[in-house]
């Protein structure tokens, strides 16, 4: 069976609607559900979709099914309200240990807008419905801010030239479609001061890189990192959404010791396999 071809994936009311085209040979499926898998639980809910009769398509002998399912957001859990989470969305094909399970959305129709469509809930609960980085569909069910794993950096080294701290290493991203931002976000222990630098990202057969730079004794537009102590974490933005990795460290730990207003300040850093951490003075 191939990927499900979608057509539509739309807010109708409080309900997600989507549509498309099964092909499959060489009999059409006796039954098709919309799946909710939640991302990070174990929770699966289940919406059975309707078919039409099946077609032939024009260049070959497999027949396309067209299938339509909803999901009544406000009822989504045995008549509750769809839990808050992200809940990625599936094709059920078969029945039992038979059935067939596909993501849906990496094979779309062109015209399908691929910005997140927000949708607000009477009691002013935000769900949006949305493309992730791999062109799948998927819900944002609350709009809270959600973990993505970890990322360990291949190398925090010392730039001599710029006196700068540079953070750098790859994501396990191979097979996205969608426009990726990043963000490097330290969060100081004691205050909860943020400081923020962009990452450059770059492709190559690897992967998705990153490389941050952080200034440490002076930077164009803001202060240098204060002194304080630092965890690090990478900000992944796409489609006007955003998950948050955190940062490990690397092998080889940093340890540089600079002068701002003529006073020496320290600068060191963890070392794997502990989660990233940069202590200034």
Do not use: C
Not at 151 to 169: I, S
Not at 205 to 216: F, H, N, R, T, V
């Amino acid at each position: 069976m191939r990927d499900p071809f979608l057509t539509e994936a739309r807010w109708a009311g409080e309900t997600v609607r989507v549509a498309g085209w099964l092909k499959r040979e060489p009999a059409a499926p006796q039954r098709i559900d919309l799946l909710l898998r939640e991302r990070d639980g174990s929770r699966v809910l289940t919406f059975p979709a309707s078919t039409g009769p099946p077609e032939a398509e024009p260049a070959g002998a497999a027949e396309r099914v067209r299938f339509e399912a909803g999901v009544p957001v406000t009822a989504a859990a045995g008549g509750a309200p769809l839990p808050h989470g992200l809940w990625d969305l599936e094709l059920s094909v078969g029945q039992g240990g038979d059935a067939v399970v596909t993501p849906l959305g990496r094979d779309r129709a062109a015209e399908i807008d691929v910005s997140p469509q927000r949708h607000f809930l009477t009691d002013s609960t935000t769900v949006t419905l949305y493309f992730s980085v791999h062109g799948t569909l998927a819900i944002d069910a609350g709009g809270e801010s959600h973990t993505a794993g970890t990322t360990r950096a291949a190398t925090v080294a010392w730039n001599d030239h710029d006196e700068e701290l540079v953070v750098a290493g790859r994501l396990a991203l191979r097979d996205f479609s969608m426009p990726i931002s990043a963000t490097l976000t330290l969060r100081e222990h004691d205050s909860g001061r943020v400081y923020e630098v962009i990452a450059m990202l770059g492709t190559g057969p690897e992967g998705l890189s990153y490389k941050a730079d952080i200034p440490m004794t002076r930077a164009f537009i803001d202060d240098p990192l204060p002194r304080g102590t630092w965890d690090a974490y990478l900000i992944l933005g796409f489609s006007g959404m955003h998950r948050e990795l955190r940062v490990l460290a690397a092998e080889q730990p940093a340890a540089r010791q600079v002068r701002r207003r003529l006073r020496p300040v320290r600068i060191t850093t963890t070392r794997a396999p502990e989660p990233l951490v940069i202590t200034v003075g």
